[in-house]
């Protein structure tokens, strides 16, 4: 059996199942935002407040680390069957990963005020 160093589950299994569970916290996240701005005036005030609450902060640290999970995994499966070439492939990855890198390290950032 052939392992790539590349996949982030190491197996299908795995990124499948990566897969499905960043996709549960993705929708819990959105429905909640969306209850939330339906459910209240949303102002600075209360989208500070809420940013403010350290359990808020926990969970859409969770949802920025799944949103790179996933793109990684889909992103990874699509250029695995459609960039035969290793060379090619690996560059576009490797492109992939610095851009999802720096995405999650900017927004743990800007959530956290480092």
Same mark, same amino acid.
């Given at each position: 059996?052939?392992?790539?160093?590349?996949?982030?589950?190491?197996?299908?299994?795995?990124?499948?199942?990566?897969?499905?569970?960043?996709?549960?916290?993705?929708?819990?996240?959105?429905?909640?935002? *969306?209850?939330?701005? *339906?459910?209240?005036?949303?102002?600075?005030?209360?989208?500070?407040?809420?940013?403010?609450?350290?359990?808020?902060?926990?969970?859409?640290?969770?949802?920025?680390?799944?949103?790179?999970?996933?793109?990684?995994?889909?992103?990874?499966?699509?250029?695995?069957?459609?960039?035969?070439?290793?060379?090619?492939?690996?560059?576009?990855?490797?492109?992939?990963?610095?851009?999802?890198?720096?995405?999650?390290?900017?927004?743990?950032?800007? *959530?956290?005020?480092?």
């Amino acid at each position: 059996m052939v392992n790539s160093v590349t996949n982030l589950g190491r197996s299908g299994v795995f990124d499948w199942l990566i897969q499905r569970v960043t996709a549960y916290v993705l929708a819990l996240y959105t429905i909640f935002l *969306l209850g939330f701005m *339906l459910a209240s005036d949303v102002n600075y005030d209360t989208w500070s407040s809420l940013f403010g609450q350290t359990w808020f902060r926990i969970f859409s640290l969770l949802t920025l680390l799944s949103i790179g999970a996933h793109a990684w995994v889909g992103l990874w499966t699509v250029t695995t069957d459609y960039i035969k070439p290793m060379g090619p492939r690996f560059f576009v990855q490797a492109a992939c990963g610095l851009t999802m890198f720096v995405y999650v390290v900017w927004g743990i950032q800007i *959530l956290w005020g480092l």
